[in-house]
């Protein structure tokens, strides 16, 4: 069955001008002129093909056709705000949806998340590992995803914020191991590499265990090298790559998205 198309403008209007029986005073409800105010009703007898108010001695009164369509009307409104409070109540959940590489996942997000965590205890966090390197979609409507981490030189298609590091730094095993490079998909070495790996943080574990030397992003790194798994060979290089935070302008707009976003920017 096709809907009827509503006049929902004119539908508020005909609510503040009979609750007041005063287009100016409507007019102070609404924020706007009296002048206008009285189109729209004008708009709205003309769109429904009645008259709702008439003007007699003792000011404006509401038609029989006018009465009798307020009280579905203000049901109907209340039924909006309910609507609304549905579909705005995810705001206030704290339950978060993350999608992100399981190396990033496992060497930077979880503990940080740990920490979060810590702080609120009404926190629940969903974890997906996903390929969201490069130009990989990122589909957040099937996941039901609140945010993701994607590695490549921007946010791209969504809203987004950098992650800070230092870019590439190459790493070895502390006490030494092989020279070779350790190779893993979209890294520095991986088409000549003796060792090759799955990932960066799987190359950071090839490295510590002494299988050679790996080019890794200096984020996924650094808890490694802080507690001595690994040392780092050389100075840190820039890096035109970097992880992001990202999603949709819907998501990214919500405030428990906004707070993820920040806690995670400034641990």
């Known amino acids: 069955m096709k809907r009827t198309h509503l006049p929902l403008n004119g539908l508020r209007v005909l609510d503040a001008a009979a609750r007041h029986?005063?287009?100016?005073?409507?007019?102070?409800?609404?924020?706007v002129t009296p002048a206008a105010v009285g189109q729209q009703i004008r708009a709205l007898e003309d769109t429904l093909g009645v008259v709702l108010f008439r003007r007699t001695?003792?000011?404006?009164?509401?038609?029989?056709?006018?009465?009798?369509?307020?009280?579905?009307?203000?049901?109907?409104?209340?039924?909006?705000?309910?609507?609304?409070?549905?579909?705005?109540?995810g705001q206030s959940s704290k339950s978060l949806t993350i999608a992100a590489p399981r190396d990033l996942t496992e060497k930077w997000l979880m503990p940080r998340l740990a920490g979060i965590a810590a702080r609120d205890a009404d926190l629940r966090f969903v974890l997906l590992a996903a390929d969201t390197h490069g130009d990989q979609g990122?589909?957040?409507?099937?996941?039901?995803?609140?945010?993701?981490?994607?590695?490549?030189?921007?946010?791209g298609e969504h809203e987004g914020e950098a992650i800070e590091s230092e870019g590439l730094v190459t790493v070895a095993a502390t006490g030494g191991g092989a020279d070779g490079a350790i190779g893993w998909p979209g890294g520095l070495d991986d088409v000549n590499a003796a060792v090759r790996v799955a990932d960066a943080g799987l190359a950071i574990d090839a490295a510590a265990a002494g299988l050679g030397r790996a080019t890794v992003p200096e984020l996924l790194a650094a808890r490694?090298?802080?507690?001595?798994?690994?040392?780092v060979i050389g100075e840190p290089r820039?890096?035109?790559?970097?992880?992001?935070?990202?999603?949709?302008?819907?998501?990214?707009?919500?405030?428990?998205?906004?707070?993820?976003?920040?806690?995670?920017?400034?641990?």
Do not use: C, H
């Not at 038609?63 to 579909?87: H, I």
């Not at 490694?224 to 040392?231: E, K, L, M, N, T």
């Open 224 to 231: 490694d090298i802080a507690a001595g798994r690994v040392v």
């Open 238 to 267: 820039p890096s035109r790559l970097g992880y992001w935070l990202v999603a949709p302008t819907p998501q990214w707009r919500q405030k428990k998205v906004r707070a993820l976003v920040e806690a995670l920017a400034a641990d």
């Open 21 to 31: 029986l005063s287009f100016t005073r409507a007019a102070d409800e609404l924020a």
């Open 57 to 89: 001695t003792r000011g404006l009164e509401l038609t029989p056709e006018g009465e009798a369509g307020l009280a579905p009307l203000r049901e109907g409104f209340l039924q909006f705000e309910e609507s609304v409070r549905a579909m705005q109540a």
């Open 138 to 155: 990122i589909d957040f409507t099937q996941a039901n995803l609140d945010l993701a981490i994607r590695w490549g030189e921007g946010p």
